[in-house]
């Protein structure tokens, strides 16, 4: 059986404009098309536009979609969809959870402890973390001392927590100057540096070593993700950053 472009509207709410932009993209071709040049599908054109559809409400751009759908196994990118969408899912139950108990504790009903209620929001900060540099952190860290920081950052107190980012803030004032001012590493403002930065990561991560500061400085310079994060802050912060810690963990 064959659908022609109105009929494919009509079933899948994709409008005819759009349907034939995905014809012009290679994105949905038809099936064929007839002697006076009418699109028509087939069940199979439908399957392509439902994965589409499916895709693009994961905010997937097009050009993605249609490498998805042209080089990917389609099986394996549905599980791994839908074990994204399950993540998801336990992640906004958590979420109701947290607004239905800060409701009470609004209310005078219940107490809330100070973890209570921001642990849903470490665990998202954590899953994000892990999503971004999973695989890098593992190359450089084993599997328990990466699972003892991620405990660790669970059961931070926000006491901790603000006076860890305090700790950033302040890195990031003395690197702004430190770049504007071109000083060097050795001089005092460096070591002020280094020990921010040092208190950061003792809060944030419940351990501390030299090697394993250094580390940290070397995936920094090495993946542009940590560096645009560094960067975005304060230009040309990763690579002075780096050269720090590196100098004061010798």
Known sequence: MYYSVKEVSELTGVSTRTLRYYDTISLLKPHHYTESNY?????????????????KSLQFP?????????????????????????????????????????????????????QQKFEAFKEEKLKDNEALYGDELREKYDEDTLS???????????????????????????????INENLEVSDLIGK?????????????SGMYSAEYHRNLASLYVQDE????????RVEGSCERLSEVILHYTK
């Open 192 to 204: 002020e540096i280094f020990e921010y930065h040092k208190m950061w990561l003792e809060i944030m």
């Open 62 to 114: 097009l050009e993605e979609i249609k490498s998805l759908l042209t080089n990917g196994n389609t099986l394996s990118n549905l599980s791994m969809q839908r074990e994204r969408l399950i993540a998801q899912a336990n992640h906004i139950d958590k979420l109701i959870k947290v607004i239905d108990s800060t409701i009470s504790y609004q209310k005078g009903e219940i107490q809330m402890t100070e």
């Open 148 to 178: 003892k920081s991620h405990a660790h950052y669970k059961h931070l107190p926000q006491e901790s927590f603000d006076k860890a980012e305090d700790a950033e803030r302040k890195m990031f004032e003395l690197l702004k100057v430190m």
């Open 39 to 55: 699109r028509m599908y087939s069940s199979k054109e439908l399957d392509r536009l439902q994965l589409i559809l499916f895709y």
């Open 225 to 232: 993700r940590f560096a645009h994060y560094y960067n975005e």
